[in-house]
């Protein structure tokens, strides 16, 4: 009895690798292999097609990206408090950067690509930001560690 308590209190404890994101109004966690997935399925979305047509510009191809990206992680449009195309696919290569790194720490994510995958594709997405000419930083670790009482209550 005494041995499953601690053993519950030590994982409540430790790091847990969900990650954590600004969805335009709240902090937001989710669990990474359920959003990998939701991408991965997604109907209208396709990595290899649709990151390579950003890499040359084609709007039609972010727009697609950006609403895969909002089904995934369950985010709505600007107009409706969200988040822009261009800070979805920021949102996007910030969990490909965390999850690359979480791949590095730990063997267990399988499921997820390879850390070198994970990094081409975070690449692939910054390059966009980058052409964009939108330099403001993504957020911090140090941010996303914010408390639920630290967050908007609108």
Known sequence: MLFSL???I???LGKRNIFRYF????????DPIQTWNLLK??????FDKHLGEIQ????VAVSITARAIRRAFKIKECTQGGL???????LLSQFFVWSSEVKKKRSGFAILP???ELESLAMSTMKQDTDSGLTEPAPTSEN???SQSELPTS
Do not use: A, H, N, V
């Open 6 to 8: 601690i053993k519950r």
């Open 10 to 12: 030590s994982f409540r």
């Open 23 to 30: 969805d335009g109004s709240w902090w937001r966690k989710c």
């Open 41 to 46: 399925s997604d109907s209208e979305f396709s």
């Open 56 to 59: 040359t510009g084609d709007l």
């Open 84 to 90: 822009t195309d261009d800070e979805c696919l920021d």
């Open 114 to 116: 390879s850390r070198t």
């Open 144 to 146: 996303q560690s914010k």
